[in-house]
């Protein structure tokens, strides 16, 4: 059984700073790729940032430029450091990992989900 513990959300003034962290933990055989999406109430949960286990990685349109996601392989760890933050970038972050499968080819994982709320 794969769990995703996420850190690192909380409350913090437009123009600031977070990083989340995202660390899969149990017996995962291969990732493909990690990544942080985003759910504001009423809206649906979108891509933030993903990243490949090469190390190549994509970004949401309005994050491009203030948000980096990284990763640490040996620890299975994803990280998104989010900087000049927006009122609009309030949301529930949540963590994905998707990995190898020996069964179906591929498997997602998902994170509870931690709060970020930017104050303006």
């Known amino acids: 059984q794969v769990q995703l513990v996420e850190s690192g959300g909380g409350l913090v003034q437009a123009g600031g700073s977070l990083r989340l962290s995202c660390t899969a933990l149990?017996?995962?055989?291969?990732?493909?790729?990690m990544g942080w999406y985003r759910q504001a109430p009423g809206k649906q949960r979108d891509m933030v940032a993903r990243?490949?286990?090469?190390?190549?990685?994509n970004y949401e349109d309005s994050v491009k430029g203030r948000f980096t996601i990284s990763r640490d392989i040996a620890k299975n760890t994803v990280y998104l450091q989010m900087n000049r933050m927006k009122p609009e970038d309030t949301a529930v972050y949540y963590c994905?990992?998707?990995?190898?499968?020996?069964?179906?080819?591929?498997?997602?994982?998902w994170g509870e989900g931690t709060q970020v709320t930017v104050s303006s």
């Open positions: 994905n990992v998707n990995s190898y499968d020996f069964t179906t080819g591929s498997v997602s994982y």
């Open positions: 149990g017996r995962i055989f291969k990732i493909n790729f």
């Open positions: 990243i490949t286990a090469s190390g190549n990685s």
